[in-house]
Structures are given as C-alpha cells and as structure tokens.
C-alpha cells in the first residue's frame, strides 16, 4: 500500500498551500498575454511534482524572506552546481516559501533555449531568453526576473573552484537602470555538492560545439541540503543612466556582487553536514581567499 503521508509525497499542507497559491496566481495572470507561451496550469502541476523533492531530497531552507517586498525586481544570484537546479529551487522558494508569492521569469541561455523538449518547457513555465527586450518586457508588466550574472561561467567550476565567484557581467544592472527596477541578491549554498566531483573537458566542449561538458562521477544529484540567503533590497541610484561608462557601472556591480559574497561566506560558515571530507577544505579556502582581497 502507498503511503500518502510519506516525504516523498505531497503533503495535504502543500497541496492546499499551492491551491491557494494559484487561485491568487490566476486571478492576477487573467489578463496576462505572454508572446512565450507561458502556462500557467503546467506551473501549477510542476510545483506539485517537484515540491516533494525541494522539501525531501534537497531539504531546503530559506532566510531572509523578510527582505521580498511586494514590487518587481530583479533577483540576481550566483550559479552554483553543474546543471541549474539552483533556479529551479529559487522559484520554487519565491512561490513556495516568500510572501507574498511569484513565478520568477528566469533568464536562460540561447543554448537551453533551443533545446527541443526543454526549451518549450522553459517558456512555458516561465523562463526566457535572456536578452533585453525580453527582460524589459516582462519588467513593464509587474514581473521579477531571476538572474545569474555570472552567467554560463557560473556553472563551468570544477570541483576546486566551486563557491569561488566569476566576474558579474553588466547587462542586469543596465536593464535595471533603464526600469529603475531594484536588485534582490540571492545566495545559494548546497548545490554544488550535489556533484562534487567534476571536472569541465573544455576541448571536447569545443569538438561537439557544446558550451559546457562537465564530466562527474554521479549521473543523478547527489541530496545535498540547500539554503538559500536573501539579502536586502538594493536600490537603483536615480542619478546614474543606464548608457554611464562601464566603469561607472562596474561600481554598482560590484555593490549586487559583494553582497551575494557577504552571504556566502555566512552560508558556508553555517552549512549543514554533507560530505564534509570535500566541503570543509572548500568553503575554508574560499573564505580565506574571500576575506583576503578585503570581500
């Protein structure tokens, strides 16, 4: 016999949760014409699939949902782990877990985008193309945007180099300068664990014309527990253009990236038991170096 009441499974609290949920959601997406072919009925049914995992398998925490208000933003986080399931967590925590909820519009790589099966589910679950007449299309109509600036390079770490930040790219902090939308940092800890060995064969990338081809030792994630910081609302200064020098701002920038580090150095201090052997000597290295180059 089934167990209905077992982790691995809906939960009765979750399932009127996500009800309730999505008859707020529908009311405000009734007049919503999205040109991506966004549904959300099949958002619906794919909260309801994976929820079990983001409160069983991955067993994730959120802190700081005191710091979401009730506007559009930017939500801007470091990429961590080898396939995105760090934005998958994210939205599922923004519907989920923050008050009040929302379907984050993740921006995607043209790469995933052209994929045949999961590109279509991409948009129709809310993600798009990441270029910025999209993002400013969806800002002008109340949307929030999950962003990861560090972008493709964020999840071509192999394993010494996890938690360690690439440059932030720009183009986020212009598209919000042009909207005078503020800037959410997000911090996600936990998930580059869930393949903690890899290595990226950058020759072989090239050979299959592919962007990335990390090679690991486990072909499903591992259940590492995941936490994921919100820091505090970061507001756009009035004054700067969104066409200002690159040096101008690269200083606001820096601004988004220091604090996702700031939480990442809190996260690592506080992370819960997986793997330690591995994770220990990595998150030490990290804040080290971190705090060494006066982050």
Partial sequence: ???????????KEDDQKITE???DLRVRYADYQDPWGFNIDLCEKTLRKLIPLYRSYFK???????NVRDHSCIVAANHSGQIPLDGMLIIIAFLIDVAPPRILRAMVDRFMAKLPFLGDFAAQTGSILGERTNCEFLIDHGESILVFPEGLKG?????TEFYRLRPFTEGFYRIALRK???ILPVCVIGAEEMYPFVFHAKAL???FKLPTLPL???LLPLPSPVDIYIGQEIAIPEELEAEASDKDIKEHVYQVEHAIKRMLIHGLKNRRPF?????KPISKYVIRETKAKGL
């Fill in 205 to 207: 990338a090239r050979f």
């Fill in 216 to 218: 690991t030792t486990n």
């Fill in 155 to 159: 999840i071509t770490k192999n394993t």
């Fill in 180 to 182: 005078k939308t503020p």
């Fill in 275 to 279: 793997l330690d052997a591995i994770r």
């Fill in 1 to 11: 016999m089934i167990n209905l009441s077992s982790p691995w499974f809906l939960s």
């Fill in 21 to 23: 949920i999505f008859q």
């Fill in 60 to 66: 994730v925490r959120v802190f700081g949902i005191e």
